[in-house]
């Protein structure tokens, strides 16, 4: 079937070539139209602004957004409510906030256009693994859709079914879920990003005490020098903590178990902020969850003015002078 | 080869299953007859007490023990360092505190025993998929023992293997590892079972939050009802927290999403903690692995003396009378 | 000064109280009647309702609402701003979240309104010992109102002068400050209960230490049995940890070292989950602070969703069935 | 009475000074003879070793050791038992490791002699102020030396009384505390400094979040200046989190805003550690505790090897390159 997509950044583009190894015909734009002459060429139609993607879909159409979520997302909805008929569909794929999908799509209703959002997990692999989808909005749409997500999805694959899932919907065992009514798929991949910080960083903690098994802080008979790169992969076959992440973990330290191409310096994205937001809102206490966003927070500080505190305090109180060392780039080095 | 096995338990008995299979020979012993006596049917010699394996096993002998760490691992080693001759092997595969093997390995070599720590993933499906080994001890010995290491670990199966590891140990990738001297095998395994603490609770909270989605504390137009089994399922696809631990949590969520049939009290076997005292003692920060260890004490308890200290100085400063609640079984319910 | 306060629980009626000492006139209303007659016997002039509090001041009119956060203070301030003269001055001494205080400031300022947050702390002993307070809102506005606050702040009392502040704001010494415009009172306010909660975390966290030196988890040699009341009354005196929340804990304790009254059930208001909001989108981390807002969510359930799916991948990957014990109340006993 | 002091740094030499000022006798050593000179220039004896010391005093005598925790205070002890008679006590009044004291106690038992553990609140105010003492040790010899630690202790002062403690042991209020056997002294202050963590951190957080109101992470519209000296010091009246620790910030602030004097780097000194190793001991979750200790083990690394780890799991995902900037020394500046 047809599609529009708007963004044709890694995500946006990787997509459209799914789709279109699918049979699928894409319409795409970008406002740099590099990314839309190269999928051109791999048989898209690249249209050179929103009016001309609207003129070239059939109705009803289908448009996908793939853009940065917040202001940019926001403006390109609007344009497209003034543009679209009743009954046409825009899909926000990006990772947006899950209450402004509920607030959206009750602004899209009252032109009569149609909101899902989909969240899209897969990463740089999506292309060739496919797409884990968690979609939210009606689900006549989203059966109307069924095409194009089939396609997207990783399929069932060689991974084993699940017990007892039987007159279950079959979807999901293709990796793509309708997860409920609007909100719930931004919902859904927000969470999954959250336990994504937290297996991360359960991973990582465990990776920097097995690094300082030799730290002079242990007396001389306790320290251990152990290979982190070999535990890493001998952990992937047999142990509890077989995973993904573990994989490339894995990969990562049999090229450098140092990791002196990474400062330490690290991002987060949203969805693990408003993970924490949703346990707070909850009630829910989500300490693993909050302690891996906070970590990725410490990472991108020199000092922390928390810090100065403390050692104002303890100036205050017992004369320690805290040392201004200059901080080793690694405590093992 | 020959092994002796002490201890005839789930893990005891399977590992000495899956070595038969390989065609090695086993003589056991428990301090229960009855699972001998099924393993002696299967090809086992089983013996009546520890004087007879040591008599049964030609030198140098190979005694493997998997025994609940403690007291009954410390008595048995005793009553073996009197019973065994110079050049004869214990191994101890059990979840014993690293420190305790680097204590051991040095009273044991007094006598010119050797002595290895092998840490042993698998659980339940160790028979058929083998067990991951995390091993600590004298080059010499790990390499004697290769036989029977190469039979229980999972071998290289159809697991991708990882890019960069051309020259490598490749005991690695058939999922065992000799991780360095005496205490390295336990202290790896320990760390493990740190990771998979907080992965779980990296897991487990966010099905939590997403199970209270229809808060009665979020505004009616934003509260969703969500699909547990179907969320966990669909991650199983794609998505960047695919594992091992969310395949046991779709299986479990299919059987029964409100999983009724667990009471939440959650047991810690000793790991999750040597794993904190060692990040203490390396003063590395491990605020992940130290929540999941934390949350399961508080699992076990009605409420906390803390709980009870906060309600009193809100009493004392605001006069707050905290309502006394039956609480609920389940706070969805 | 003339003052009106809507709202007379008990925070409201003792802040009419206090200002009567001092002289000031106040003009009273409350839904229930009961209250304002009371404060009526002691010279207050109680009216029934908003219109007659609004006829029976003077412009321009200060109007304090001491209300619970939330719904009703906004219809509140709805009535109000339809029967406020352009220059009256509505006060919210609640608990307000303080984005709520910048928008309801840019309301009002359209009909000429003017409005200060003020946060106030001093529970049910601010009659006695005065109120902290933390005001937002226009300068003026908040020196034409200084006799109000002076009168209702602690004053300099016994407490020793802090060094180096001189020619500083004189106020801030009283126990009131003009922290910043709309927003900064409450803003103020809700940091300081973030911290209240930390503080007060950090105690009971020590407390439950110490109640449980004598765990039969520990060697019976290493087993202490302490007494915690007179621990904490010891730390009254010369310690670092001296601070009044300590003062009330000692209190608790010699009443009943083993807090049988309290459930452990501990209640949050509001500003502990604000805290954890601002910090995260200032991406500040802010664990300790987060971990005391998340014990309470905690103790206000019998096990968590997260509990039982730890339980559901324990039961997955070793066959551990965890206990179904019937939990003590209290470990100790 | 007598008591001899070794180690005569600014804890040691102020105990001393605040014995004499009540008349105690005292008898002075340090491996540095300058202090001890000081000291006797006020009216102490100095000596030049143990062994003079021993000879100084009367039986049954009395040594105060003040040193630093570890390898020093073992050898100190060890050489004191070879010199001293039965009947003689040793006094740890440093912050020796609670399960070292009650070692101790055993072995100096054999050869007669008592031992006492000693908390020592007080830093550089305890000799104006008074030290808060925590004891271990037998009641019969806490009770002879009761002039002594009357002598070093604050008194009543003019802290209000806490109703309830009639009947109960009048030294408490005093500030000293007979708390249990030996260990039960260096217990009790170990979990006062783990208190005092969690306090320090708590408040700490708080500050770090108001002096980032201004963040550009946050709408302009929302954006607070805020006065973080005044915020300290209007808190200190009638607020709930009054504390001395409290005191000392807004001195602090006071004094310079931004901390500029400090580096942020925050050191601990063991009983922090302790706390949480008596934690997982008792199986007491102690989450706030701990997270204060973690981040001053975060507070004196450049970047965690944790942080390199989630850096190149990102990239292995997500293709995410984590820029490399110079952190700011301050993220406010």
């Avoid at 966003?293 to 303890?314: N, P």
């Amino acid at each position: 079937m047809q599609l529009g997509m708007v963004g044709l950044g890694r995500m946006g583009a990787n997509i459209v070539r799914r789709l279109m190894r699918s049979g699928h015909e894409c319409v795409v734009y970008d406002r740099n139209p590099e990314p839309g002459r190269q999928l051109a060429a791999d048989g898209a139609t690249a249209v050179a602004d929103l009016a001309a993607m609207v003129a070239s879909l059939q109705a009803p159409r289908h448009i996908w957004l793939m853009l940065p979520a917040g202001a940019i997302t926001e403006a390109t909805i609007a344009e497209f409510a003034a543009l679209l008929s009743p009954g046409d569909v825009l899909i926000d794929g990006g990772n947006a906030f899950w209450k402004d999908d509920i607030r959206r799509a009750g602004e899209l209703a009252h032109k009569g256009l149609a909101y899902l959002d989909v969240g899209t997990s897969g990463g740089v692999w999506g292309l060739e693994r496919g797409y884990c989808l968690m979609i939210g909005g009606p689900e006549d749409v989203v059966k109307r859709m069924d095409p194009i997500f089939a396609a997207l999805a990783p399929g069932a694959g060689d991974i084993p079914p699940t017990p007892g899932r039987d007159g279950r919907d079959p979807r999901v065992e293709q990796g793509y879920l309708h997860a409920g009514p609007n909100g719930a798929g931004h919902f859904v991949k927000m969470i999954h990003n959250g336990i994504e910080y937290g297996m991360m960083q359960a991973i990582a903690e465990g990776f920097d005490i097995l690094r300082h098994a030799d730290s002079p802080q242990l007396a001389p008979e306790l320290r251990l020098d152990l290979d982190v790169a070999d535990i890493a992969e001998v952990w992937r076959r047999g142990s509890v903590i077989t995973s993904w992440l573990l994989d490339l973990t894995s990969t990562a330290l049999a090229a450098d178990e140092d990791l002196t191409g990474y400062s330490g310096y690290v991002d987060d994205s949203g969805e693990g902020r408003w993970t924490v937001q949703a346990a707070v809102e909850e009630a829910v206490p989500a300490e693993v969850l909050t302690a891996a966003l906070y970590t990725r927070f410490r990472s991108r500080q020199d000092h922390t003015f928390a810090e100065k505190v403390l050692s104002a305090m303890r100036k205050g109180f017992g004369g320690h002078v805290e040392p201004k060392p200059a901080l080793p780039k690694d405590p093992k080095a």
